[in-house]
């Protein structure tokens, strides 16, 4: 077995989030296997831009309380213990409340060119605002 006392916590490319995010690479997609699962830590007001997932992805919230938004302006608060399954190729986001932190275990399946992520635009103020009040607004 190989036994990690700890994994290195670096800054995810700040081109794809909004505030204080921390990332620890738990796996890495590598031919013949194409999973990635990063423990990822989000500071009140940081969250992902929009993106999608090739083949879908599960977020296993390990703490905190957080926001997961779908473009439908669908917004769901989830604490640790819980587990959001976002679907192959919907458009969304996720990152902490305002006011707490939240950390998730993010699962994804790659497609053979990385792990399958197509990131878009930064989550507004304004679509944040939204999801905090929990309006969702329009998602655009
Ligand atoms: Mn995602």
Redesign the pocket.
């Known amino acids: 077995m190989e036994h990690l006392m700890s994994t290195p916590t670096v800054r995810p490319p700040a081109e794809r989030f909004t505030g204080d995010v921390y990332l620890n690479l738990l796996e890495a997609p590598a031919e013949p296997a194409r999973l990635a699962v990063g423990l990822v830590r989000f500071t009140p007001g940081a969250r992902?831009n929009w993106?999608s997932?090739a083949n879908g992805?599960t977020l296993c919230i390990t703490d905190g309380v957080g926001l997961v938004g779908t473009r439908d302006g669908d917004v769901v608060r989830v604490s640790a213990g819980e587990t959001v399954k976002?679907p192959a190729g919907e458009e969304?986001w996720?990152g902490a409340t305002d006011t707490t932190l939240m950390a998730h275990i993010?699962i994804v399946v790659g497609d053979g060119n990385g792990d399958g992520t197509t990131w878009l635009e930064p989550v507004s103020d304004e679509q944040y605002a939204a999801a905090l009040s929990g309006t969702g607004g329009t998602g655009n």
Request: include cysteine; proline fraction near 0%.
């Open positions: 992902t993106h997932h992805q976002c969304h996720h993010a």
